[in-house]
Nanobody, 123 residues
Framework: VQLQASGGGPVQAGGSLRLPCTAS????????MGWFRQVPGKEREFVAA????????VYADSVQGRFTISRDKSKNTVDLQMNSLKPEDTAVYYC?????????????????WGQGTLVTVSS
Protein backbone atom coordinates (compact mmCIF):
# COMPACT_ATOMS: atom_id res chain seq x y z
CA VAL A 1 0.00 0.00 0.00
CA GLN A 2 1.32 3.42 -0.94
CA LEU A 3 -0.11 6.58 0.60
CA GLN A 4 0.28 10.09 -0.74
CA ALA A 5 -0.82 12.95 1.50
CA SER A 6 -1.10 16.54 0.32
CA GLY A 7 -2.97 19.77 0.96
CA GLY A 8 -0.86 21.22 3.76
CA GLY A 9 0.25 24.81 3.93
CA PRO A 10 -0.07 28.04 5.89
CA VAL A 11 -3.47 29.18 7.14
CA GLN A 12 -4.71 31.75 9.62
CA ALA A 13 -6.47 30.78 12.82
CA GLY A 14 -10.15 30.15 12.19
CA GLY A 15 -9.50 29.08 8.64
CA SER A 16 -9.91 25.73 6.92
CA LEU A 17 -7.80 23.22 5.04
CA ARG A 18 -8.55 19.92 3.36
CA LEU A 19 -5.94 17.20 3.36
CA PRO A 20 -6.45 14.45 0.78
CA CYS A 21 -4.67 11.12 1.07
CA THR A 22 -4.57 8.90 -2.00
CA ALA A 23 -4.06 5.18 -1.50
CA SER A 24 -2.73 2.78 -4.10
CA UNK A 25 -1.70 -0.83 -4.09
CA UNK A 26 -3.38 -3.79 -2.46
CA UNK A 27 -6.68 -3.03 -0.75
CA UNK A 28 -6.00 -5.65 1.91
CA UNK A 29 -3.79 -3.25 3.80
CA UNK A 30 -6.28 -0.44 4.19
CA UNK A 31 -9.21 -1.74 6.20
CA UNK A 32 -8.65 1.15 8.56
CA MET A 33 -7.40 4.59 7.55
CA GLY A 34 -6.19 7.23 9.94
CA TRP A 35 -4.67 10.66 10.25
CA PHE A 36 -2.01 11.48 12.81
CA ARG A 37 0.05 14.58 13.46
CA GLN A 38 3.41 15.32 14.98
CA VAL A 39 5.32 18.36 16.15
CA PRO A 40 9.07 18.31 16.75
CA GLY A 41 10.01 16.79 20.08
CA LYS A 42 6.63 15.19 20.64
CA GLU A 43 5.12 11.81 19.93
CA ARG A 44 2.87 11.24 16.98
CA GLU A 45 -0.68 12.12 17.98
CA PHE A 46 -3.90 10.53 16.79
CA VAL A 47 -6.31 12.85 14.96
CA ALA A 48 -9.03 10.79 13.28
CA ALA A 49 -9.71 7.39 11.73
CA UNK A 50 -12.26 5.73 9.49
CA UNK A 51 -13.01 2.15 8.53
CA UNK A 52 -12.87 1.58 4.82
CA UNK A 53 -15.86 -0.70 4.41
CA UNK A 54 -18.49 0.86 6.65
CA UNK A 55 -17.14 4.36 7.12
CA UNK A 56 -17.20 4.27 10.91
CA UNK A 57 -15.26 7.19 12.35
CA VAL A 58 -13.45 8.10 15.53
CA TYR A 59 -11.87 11.43 16.52
CA ALA A 60 -9.47 12.78 19.07
CA ASP A 61 -11.17 14.98 21.63
CA SER A 62 -9.03 17.91 20.55
CA VAL A 63 -10.48 17.94 17.03
CA GLN A 64 -14.00 16.62 17.63
CA GLY A 65 -16.53 18.93 16.00
CA ARG A 66 -13.90 20.77 13.95
CA PHE A 67 -12.37 18.05 11.78
CA THR A 68 -14.13 15.54 9.55
CA ILE A 69 -12.62 12.41 8.06
CA SER A 70 -14.21 10.83 5.00
CA ARG A 71 -13.34 8.30 2.35
CA ASP A 72 -14.20 7.99 -1.31
CA LYS A 73 -14.07 4.38 -2.44
CA SER A 74 -14.25 5.26 -6.13
CA LYS A 75 -11.18 7.49 -5.88
CA ASN A 76 -9.32 5.53 -3.16
CA THR A 77 -8.94 8.68 -1.13
CA VAL A 78 -9.30 9.56 2.53
CA ASP A 79 -9.76 13.24 3.24
CA LEU A 80 -9.36 15.23 6.42
CA GLN A 81 -11.43 18.40 6.39
CA MET A 82 -10.11 20.79 9.03
CA ASN A 83 -12.22 23.76 10.08
CA SER A 84 -11.84 26.38 12.81
CA LEU A 85 -8.12 25.78 12.86
CA LYS A 86 -6.09 26.83 15.88
CA PRO A 87 -2.36 27.54 16.24
CA GLU A 88 -2.06 24.35 18.29
CA ASP A 89 -3.13 22.38 15.21
CA THR A 90 0.23 23.23 13.63
CA ALA A 91 2.02 19.97 12.87
CA VAL A 92 3.09 17.57 10.17
CA TYR A 93 0.05 15.49 9.30
CA TYR A 94 0.41 11.87 8.26
CA CYS A 95 -2.11 9.50 6.78
CA UNK A 96 -1.85 5.83 7.60
CA UNK A 97 -3.55 2.57 6.77
CA UNK A 98 -3.86 -0.70 8.61
CA UNK A 99 -5.01 -4.24 8.13
CA UNK A 100 -6.67 -4.63 11.52
CA UNK A 101 -9.67 -2.62 12.66
CA UNK A 102 -8.82 -2.33 16.32
CA UNK A 103 -7.64 0.44 18.64
CA UNK A 104 -7.69 2.94 15.81
CA UNK A 105 -6.12 5.67 17.92
CA UNK A 106 -2.88 3.75 18.36
CA UNK A 107 -0.18 4.48 15.80
CA UNK A 108 1.25 1.02 16.33
CA UNK A 109 -1.89 -0.48 14.78
CA UNK A 110 -1.12 0.98 11.37
CA UNK A 111 1.04 -0.79 8.82
CA UNK A 112 1.60 1.83 6.14
CA TRP A 113 2.36 5.54 6.36
CA GLY A 114 2.43 8.43 3.94
CA GLN A 115 5.22 11.00 3.86
CA GLY A 116 3.46 13.76 5.79
CA THR A 117 2.28 17.23 4.92
CA LEU A 118 2.95 20.35 6.99
CA VAL A 119 0.10 22.47 8.31
CA THR A 120 1.00 25.82 9.85
CA VAL A 121 -1.71 27.82 11.61
CA SER A 122 -0.86 31.41 12.49
CA SER A 123 -2.65 33.50 15.09
Amino acid sequence: VQLQASGGGPVQAGGSLRLPCTASGRSFGRNAMGWFRQVPGKEREFVAAITWTFGSTVYADSVQGRFTISRDKSKNTVDLQMNSLKPEDTAVYYCASGVLIADLAAASRYDYWGQGTLVTVSS
